[in-house]
């Protein structure tokens, strides 16, 4: 799969641009606050009805108007597809395939797979589980529409409950209005459980290989799940937890409170490991990414590189980049010297100035 172009109308810093990428390897160079982040966002926008940063709707229309359009073209097996996003102030997006609007963002999971590497990135061993839990979530609804159904209903489901845990304080009659939240809550949970679970488990069979030869054959990595709950113990733990959870206004087991786990060697490197080891590990999750998309979907996905490179040594930097030769790859950076120190083949190049994109080559 290939993103063969983009068209920004008044997205952030954009009022009117067309980009058209080279299918291997593009780089988008240029000073800081200029907007080569926000083409990665507007392409990832496109391939998942979000913003990678979590910003509002509202966030990405430019100042002084109400709307904002992204068009992109990309090739998918020899097929073309064309998505337009139509992001407004007022209302919900709109999205369409084709010329075809969608009616649920589902609908637009699976035509294009990104994997996002930020500097941010690097610090998801060491930061909070939310964002391990984002990691989980977002590459398995590019891969899984179940998956998507699963966790937006999931979502609703603990949404309406924590707001009747808060009601029952006033009404405590309401308790029994519980039992309906927490059967959908199990139905939904566990399937989720099911699924983060293979996934980690077809991501560790990728990942040690990865690994062991990143770190010279001198670390094992694996990755463990850690649920808050399974699925044999899920609906038992929900209901013994219920006093609790009425107290504290809140749900406090299921799959929005999983985590995973990264050892080396065995060890917890969250807690034992060195940055450079943390720093590692987020590098060869991201690699065993793209061989995980490869082996489920028979194709390669788009690889987004957003000033990274900056943030790794030069050791990393090499394997990264001759690790990635065969997918199509965008990359932000400021300059373009690591990639002439390195002799790395760059095969279209842009200058990004003051919301302007300028191909050189």
């Known amino acids: 799969m290939i993103i063969k172009s983009i068209d920004l109308q008044n997205f952030r810093n954009y009022d009117l641009q067309n980009i058209v990428f080279d299918e291997h390897t593009n780089i988008l160079y240029g000073d800081n606050a200029q907007g080569k982040t926000n083409v990665l966002e507007a392409v990832f926008v496109s391939g998942t009805a979000k913003s990678h940063k979590g910003s509002k709707d509202t966030e990405m229309i430019s100042f002084n108007h109400d709307e904002s359009h992204i068009k992109m073209i990309i090739s998918k097996k020899n097929i073309d597809y064309r998505i337009d996003v139509h992001i407004r102030k007022n209302k919900n997006k709109g999205i369409a395939i084709n010329g075809i609007p969608i009616k649920k963002t589902m609908d637009l999971y699976g035509i294009v797979n990104i994997i996002f590497f930020s500097p941010e990135d690097l610090n998801i061993i060491k930061n909070g589980p939310s964002g391990r839990r984002k990691f989980m979530d977002m590459e398995l609804c590019q891969l899984d529409k179940i998956y998507v159904n699963n966790i937006i209903n999931y979502n609703k489901s603990v949404e309406q409950r924590n707001k009747l845990l808060k009601d029952i304080t006033l009404n405590s009659s309401l308790e029994e209005t519980l039992d309906i939240w927490d059967m959908q809550i199990v139905k939904y949970g566990r399937e989720i459980i099911n699924r983060r679970r293979n996934f980690i488990e077809n991501l560790n069979d990728i990942i040690k290989d990865i690994h062991k030869r990143l770190s010279g054959g001198k670390e094992i990595l694996t990755i463990d799940y850690e649920p808050s709950a399974t699925e044999n113990n899920f609906k038992e733990l929900l209901k013994d937890g219920r006093e609790k959870d009425i107290r504290m206004k809140f749900t406090g087991v299921g799959p929005h409170r999983d985590d995973i786990i990264f050892l080396i060697n065995g060890t917890d ?46 050791s990393r930097q090499n394997y990264l980049l001759s ?38 080559n």
Do not use: W
């Open 269 to 314: 490197i969250r807690k034992y490991g060195s940055q450079g080891q943390q720093r590692t590990t987020a590098l060869s999750l991201k690699l065993a990414e793209i061989e995980l998309v490869k082996q489920i979907t028979g194709d390669m996905p788009v690889l987004l590189l957003d000033d990274v490179l900056s943030e790794l040594d030069a």
């Open 323 to 360: 690790s990635i030769n065969k997918v199509q790859t965008i990359i932000t950076c400021t300059g373009l010297d690591e990639f002439i120190n390195n002799r790395f083949s760059v095969n279209r190049i842009f200058r990004v100035t003051d919301g302007h994109v300028y191909q050189e």
